[in-house]
């Protein structure tokens, strides 16, 4: 079964950059549509961010002009680059299909922003 594995989480200043990583264990794989979402404390998980099989992008309203999700297909990874981050981008970050399956959830990467 496949596995997606997120990285690159953690402490970052209001105003600051990240740069999260979907790995996936089979290559033809990250050729779906693959989303990023995110579960902040005593919320819902939403999605944030997605690209489309054929390379189209779509954000979630509070992240367009910050967030930018891009595919490396070599490598077999999605990415998220996060700048100009607020505390309320707080919050564990997960890759899946898009929509999502449950079976494909992972254990994400949580970012923190704070000063």
């Known amino acids: 079964q496949v596995q997606l594995v997120e990285s690159g989480g953690g402490l970052v200043q209001p105003g600051g950059s990240l740069r999260l990583s979907c790995a996936a264990s089979r290559s033809s794989f990250i050729f779906n549509a693959i989303g990023w979402y995110r579960q902040a404390p005593g919320k819902q998980r939403e999605w944030v961010a997605g690209?489309?099989?054929?390379?189209?992008?779509n954000y979630a309203d509070s992240v367009k002009g910050r967030f930018t999700i891009s595919r490396d297909k070599a490598k077999n990874t999605v990415y998220l680059d996060m700048n100009s981050l607020k505390p309320e981008d707080t919050a564990v970050y997960y890759c899946?299909?898009?929509?999502?399956?449950?079976?494909?959830w992972g254990q994400g990467t949580q970012v923190t922003v704070s000063s």
């Open positions: 899946n299909t898009m929509p999502a399956t449950s079976v494909y």
């Open positions: 690209i489309t099989s054929g390379g189209s992008r």
